[in-house]
C-alpha cells in the first residue's frame, strides 16, 4: 500500500480543496481520510457538467491502522490531483516508439485520447508503413493490424506507461474504402463500406470518430458521408471530435458546418483546439462562441477542448491549397519545382494567387505571413529547421513562397511548422469557457517540436492559475481531469474518489514552471514531484521510473 500524507487536494470535481491523505490500494484508491478544510477556493462558478458536491468524498476520522506497514511519502506543502486527462493526442506511433511515454509523465498527463484530425493508424493496409509523418512521425516495424482488437492486444503485451484511449481516424477509413487516390467524393458503395468499418470500430472499444476535415483526404468527403458516418457514431452514443475546414477568415460558416452535422445525425460533438487564426479574424472569437452556446441552447451536445499557446504546429504541407494536396507525391513535387525554378511559370502564379486569396480554405501563409511560420522539421533540409520563411528565404535569396515550394518539392519525409495563430486575450478568453476543456494536441515526429508536447500541461497551470489567475486551481484541476474523462467515458478516472483509478499528480506550486520552447522543444519541467498510474510510480520524486503500467481504456 501507499500512503501519500499531507497533501492539499484537488480532487477534480471543482469543489474547494481540502487537505487529506490518500491510501492506495494496489490500481485504486482505498480511503481519502479528510483534514480540516484548506483555505477557501472559489470553486467552480460554472460547470458544463453535474460535478456537484454531492459526490465528494464524505470526511473520515478513523485513523490508518498499522501505519508502519504502508510505504509513505509526506507531501506536505504540496497539490495532489487527478491525473491530467489529455483530450487531443496524436500518441499512437509514439507509444509504440517510447512506451513509457516520458513527454507526457513529466508534465503530469496519466491518460489520453488519441486519433484525432481524421488521421491516424487504424485500419491500415499492409503496404501503408508511412501514413502521415508530419503527425505522427516514423515507425519502423511493419505492423498489419485488421482488427481493433488486434490491435488493443498488440498494445497490452508490449506494455505502455500511460492510459490510452482512441479515436477512429476518418482519413483511415477513406483509405481503406476508395479505390486508388483517395482525394475525391467517395462512392455510395466506399461511404457504404466505410460505415462498416467505423462499426466495427465503436463495437471494439474506439470512444469515438475524429475528423479533419482540413486535412487531405477529409477535405474532399461530401456531406452526405459525414452524416452517413455520423449516424453510425451516434447509434454508439459516441463522440465526434474535429478539426474543422476553416479556423481563419472563414471559420464562422466552418463551424456552422459542423454544428448543422451535429444537429442532423444527433451526434456528441467535440470541437478540436478551439481558435480563431490571424490578426485580422481575432474579433470572430465571441461569435463563434455564441453559436456554440446557442447550439447547446437548442439541444446540440457540444463542447471544445484547447490547447495553452498562441502558436500551433501542423504540416509545413498544409499550407498548399487543396487542389495541390490531392495530387499524388511525386506529381505534386514535380509541380512544386517547377514553381520554385521559374517565378514567372503559370505553375508559381497559379500557386501563389490561391494561397494568397484563398476560397473555402485556410491559407495560413496568408493569415500569418512567412514571418510567423517557422519550419521546426524538414527531414530532407534539417538546416533550415528553426528558422522563419522569411529567413528561409534570405538564406536561398529569393521570396517566401518559391522558399517553400522548394523546400517541399525536395521533402520526402516529414516537414512540420509552428504558425502564430491568435492572441493571448482571446487564448485566456477560450481557456476559462465553461464548456472548454484541457488538450495539448500533441506531435512527436521527430528531436524538434512544439513544446507543447512536453509541456502544455504545466504551461496551463502556470499561464491560467499562477500567472494570469485566469482560472482558480478547483477551475483549472476540473478542466484537466474529470471534465473529459466525462466527455469521453473514462470510468472511475478523474476524480480522486475511493475506488477510483489511482491515477495521481503531486506538484509542487511554487516550484512550477516550464523551461521549454520553441527552440528547446523537450526541455523538462520543474516542480512535477510525483505522479502515479494505476497506483504504480511513473515519476518518483521527480525522477522517471520507466514502469509502464498504463491501460486501453475501451468504452
Known amino acids: ?30 480511503k481519502i481520510i479528510r483534514k480540516e478544510d484548506a483555505q477557501p477556493g472559489s470553486g467552480l462558478k460554472q460547470a458544463a457538467f453535474d460535478n ?43 507509444i509504440l516508439r517510447h512506451p513509457s511515454m516520458p513527454y507526457k509523465i513529466m508534465q503530469g498527463i496519466t491518460s489520453d485520447v488519441s486519433g484525432n484530425c481524421g488521421v491516424g493508424v487504424y485500419p491500415k493496409k499492409t503496404e501503408d508503413n508511412n501514413l502521415f509523418p508530419d503527425i505522427l512521425g516514423h515507425y519502423a516495424d511493419s505492423w498489419d493490424w485488421n482488427s481493433f482488437s488486434t490491435f ?67 477535405i474532399y468527403a461530401s456531406r452526405d458521408e459525414y452524416i452517413a458516418l455520423l449516424k453510425i457514431v451516434r447509434a ?90 490531392r495530387l499524388e507525391n511525386v506529381e505534386l513535387r514535380k509541380r512544386l519545382r517547377t514553381a520554385s525554378e521559374n517565378r514567372n511559370s503559370e505553375e508559381y502564379g497559379d500557386l501563389v494567387s490561391k494561397m494568397s486569396n484563398p476560397e473555402g ?30 529567413e528561409c528565404a534570405e538564406i536561398l535569396r529569393t521570396d517566401p513562397y518559391t522558399a517553400l515550394f522548394k523546400l517541399l518539392s525536395e521533402e520526402k519525409g516529414a516537414a512540420l511548422m509552428a504558425d502564430v495563430t491568435q492572441s493571448q486575450e482571446n487564448l485566456l478568453k ?28 504545466v504551461h496551463y497551470l502556470v499561464q491560467n492559475v499562477y500567472r494570469t489567475h485566469n482560472l482558480t486551481l478547483e477551475e483549472a484541476v476540473f478542466k484537466m481531469t474529470s471534465l473529459n474523462a466525462e466527455r469521453f467515458g473514462f470510468e472511475k478516472r478523474g476524480l480522486i474518489r475511493s475506488d477510483y483509478y489511482a491515477d495521481l499528480v503531486v506538484f509542487n506550486p511554487e516550484k512550477l514552471k516550464d523551461t521549454a520552447s520553441l527552440s528547446h522543444p523537450f526541455s523538462p519541467n520543474e516542480g512535477i514531484v510525483h505522479v502515479l498510474v494505476n497506483g504504480e510510480f511513473a515519476l518518483k520524486n521527480g525522477a522517471l521510473t520507466g514502469k509502464c503500467n498504463g491501460k486501453l481504456v475501451l468504452r
Request: hydrophobic share 35%.
Open 236 to 325: 454508439h452514443n459516441k463522440i465526434f471530435s474535429v478539426h474543422h475546414r476553416c479556423e481563419g477568415t472563414e471559420i464562422i460558416p466552418s463551424v456552422r458546418e459542423i454544428l448543422d452535422f451535429a444537429r442532423e445525425s444527433g451526434v456528441r460533438l467535440e470541437i478540436s483546439h478551439l481558435k480563431v487564426i490571424g490578426t485580422k479574424n481575432q474579433y470572430k472569437i465571441d461569435t463563434v462562441i455564441k453559436m456554440i452556446e446557442d447550439a447547446r441552447s437548442e439541444g446540440v451536445d457540444v463542447s471544445f477542448d484547447a490547447y495553452p499557446y498562441e502558436y500551433g504546429s501542423t504540416s509545413l504541407f498544409s499550407l498548399l491549397p487543396p487542389d495541390y494536396l
Open 430 to 457: 477560450i481557456a476559462r469557457h465553461p464548456l472548454c476543456s484541457f488538450g495539448t494536441d500533441a506531435l512527436y515526429v521527430g528531436e524538434m517540436g512544439h513544446p507543447r508536447s512536453s509541456s502544455a500541461a
Open 361 to 390: 480554405w485556410d491559407s495560413i501563409m496568408e493569415l500569418c505571413g512567412p514571418d510567423n511560420i517557422t519550419a521546426v522539421i524538414l527531414e530532407n533540409n534539417p538546416s533550415f529547421n528553426g528558422k522563419t520563411l522569411s
Open 152 to 218: 488493443s492486444s498488440y498494445l497490452e503485451n508490449k506494455g505502455f506507461g500511460m492510459n490510452i484511449a482512441f479515436l477512429q481516424p476518418h482519413a483511415n477509413l477513406r483509405l481503406q474504402a476508395i479505390s486508388g487516390n483517395p482525394n475525391r467524393k467517395a462512392t455510395t458503395r466506399e461511404i457504404d463500406t466505410m460505415c462498416e468499418l467505423l462499426d466495427k470500430s465503436l463495437r471494439g472499444g474506439c470512444v469515438g470518430f475524429s475528423g479533419g476535415i482540413y486535412y487531405a483526404p477529409n
Open 1 to 30: 500500500m501507499i500512503l501519500l500524507k499531507n497533501g492539499l487536494v484537488a480532487d477534480g470535481s471543482g469543489e474547494r480543496v481540502f487537505n487529506a491523505d490518500i491510501l492506495i490500494n494496489g490500481d485504486k484508491i482505498e
Open 52 to 94: 456537484s458536491s454531492k459526490n465528494a468524498e464524505a470526511p473520515e476520522n478513523a485513523s490508518l491502522q498499522a501505519p508502519e506497514t504502508y510505504e509513505t511519502y509526506d507531501i506536505s506543502g504540496c497539490v495532489v490531483c487527478p491525473g491530467f486527462i489529455d483530450s487531443h493526442a496524436h500518441s499512437e506511433l509514439e
